[in-house]
Antibody, heavy 118, light 110 residues
Framework: QVQLVESGGGVVQPGESLTLSCGAS????????LHWVRQAPGKGLEWVAF????????FYADSVKGRFTISRDNSKNTLYLRMNSLRPEDTAVYCC???????????WGQGTAVTVSS | QTVVTQEPSFSVSPGGTVTLTCGLS?????????PSWYQQTPGQGPRTLIY???TPSSGVPDRFSGSILENKAALTITGAQAEDESDYYC??????????FGGGTKLTVL
């Protein structure tokens, strides 16, 4: 079945960096755009970043622009999120999500937790 | 900056009908925002309910429907069931490559 599995979360100090990965299976990875969405403890969903199916373009929320980089390796069916200059407000569960090609999301990973704290 | 607005909470009786809305702090929601709706139960990941304003996602019960009502996107649950007690999020396409979620509505069924 269609599956997305995130990894790479952990506890880091403010200003440090972290890279998240998301492995995909069950669908033609190179045919779909992918998102990162995060949810801070007790808060709502926040869209973070999106990358086109072929990696030719990517987009970011203002809150992470210039600090986070989304990328993908279609030969490995893997999505990445490189997070630099982390702040306490970046503390959240980060989920990778498949785009359904209709301006929406249809398959969600379970997420990986990132904690930024000194 | 424009914010996507949702009712913080709503309550419905079992078997009743409830309409949750999704608006913009500045301007109207239309089909060109491609509204989508997501359900999240405590401790679980989100589940896609509706996309492109009113298209149900695969496997979604037909008691869930989407529309545009008075310049807002709307999610209507007709014949609410106990298992519908969840958080509901709308998401809007705000331009090329930009999406925004609403703050979510906590729905209680009692």
């Amino acid at each position: 079945q269609v599956q997305l599995v995130e990894s790479g979360g952990g506890v880091v100090q403010p200003g440090e960096s972290l890279t998240l990965s998301c492995g995909a299976s069950g669908f033609t990875f190179s045919s779909y755009g992918l998102h990162w969405v995060r949810q801070a403890p007790g808060k709502g969903l926040e869209w973070v970043a999106f990358i086109l199916h072929d990696g030719s373009n990517n987009f970011y929320a203002d809150s992470v622009k210039g600090r986070f980089t989304i990328s993908r390796d279609n030969s490995k069916n893997t999505l990445y999120l490189r997070m630099n200059s982390l702040r306490p407000e970046d503390t959240a569960v980060y989920c990778c999500v498949k785009d359904n090609s209709h301006y929406a999301m249809d398959v969600w990973g379970q997420g990986t937790a990132v904690t930024v704290s000194s | 900056q424009t914010v996507v607005t949702q009712e913080p909470s709503f309550s419905v009786s079992p078997g009743g009908t409830v309409t949750l809305t999704c608006g913009l702090s500045s301007g109207s929601v239309s089909t060109t925002h491609y509204p989508s709706w997501y359900q999240q139960t405590p401790g679980q990941g989100p589940r896609t309910l509706i996309y492109n304003t009113n298209t149900p996602s695969s496997g979604v019960p037909d008691r869930f429907s989407g529309s545009i009502l008075e310049n807002k996107a709307a999610l209507t649950i007709t014949g609410a069931q106990a298992e519908d007690e969840s958080d509901y999020y709308c998401m809007l396409s705000m331009g090329v490559g930009i999406w925004m979620f609403g703050g979510g509505t906590k729905l209680t069924v009692l």
